[in-house]
């Protein structure tokens, strides 16, 4: 089992609001690079996606469940087929959007517990939590050519100092997509 943990990001580190439905001032910086950035599987999940369960925090997979229901095309199909483990305290109704449920436990036990490689989308709460208890195995990151200079970003300053390596770097778009994996010693 693998923690991986997938994110649009920008040059500066900034994950928040890249599709703009946070309505923050800076937010749809991921969209303004066109649609051939970021449609497909651009994070290269393929088997993956298809034999392990995606992780989201429930104001991700609120926004997740009100668009991937509604396309059709090949990746869609995973996505919706994808098991799905919901982090919410809040969140009751899953119904939304197929193979979805609230986590039942505790996110790091959860985890822990999970025999199959978990996918962490967005979510950056989550992430944040899985980073500080050392469980990320892997970043799959789509690099956009932006800086935004303010936000959330994706290694907090007070993060202990990671190893990691390079698995690959190639150009998707107008984005570049990096896969980097934790260097256990």
């Known amino acids: ?32 690079h066109g649609p051939e950035t970021v449609a497909g599987d651009k994070f290269r999940l393929g088997r993956t996606l298809d034999d392990g369960v995606m992780l989201l925090g429930r104001t991700t997979w609120q926004l997740f469940s009100r668009i991937w229901p509604g396309r059709d095309d090949p990746f869609a199909a995973r ?76 290694f907090p300053a007070d993060k202990s100092p990671t190893d990691l390596e390079c698995l690959s770097a190639e150009r998707s778009g107008g984005a570049v997509l990096t896969r980097y994996r934790r260097t256990r010693g």
């Open 1 to 32: 089992m693998s923690v991986i943990v997938i994110e649009f990001v920008t040059l500066d580190g900034i994950v928040s609001d890249p599709d703009g439905s946070a309505e923050t001032p800076t937010g749809g910086w991921a969209f303004r």
């Open 79 to 154: 996505m919706n087929a994808a098991p799905k483990l919901v982090a919410s305290r809040t969140l009751t109704d899953t119904s939304a959007w197929g193979n979805s449920r609230v986590m039942d436990g505790g996110l790091v036990d959860v985890v822990n517990g999970e025999k199959r490689d978990v996918i962490v989308t967005g979510s950056t709460s989550v992430v944040h939590a899985l980073m500080a208890e050392d469980l990320v195995d892997e970043y799959r990151l789509l690099t956009f050519p932006t800086i935004l200079g303010t936000g959330e970003r994706l």
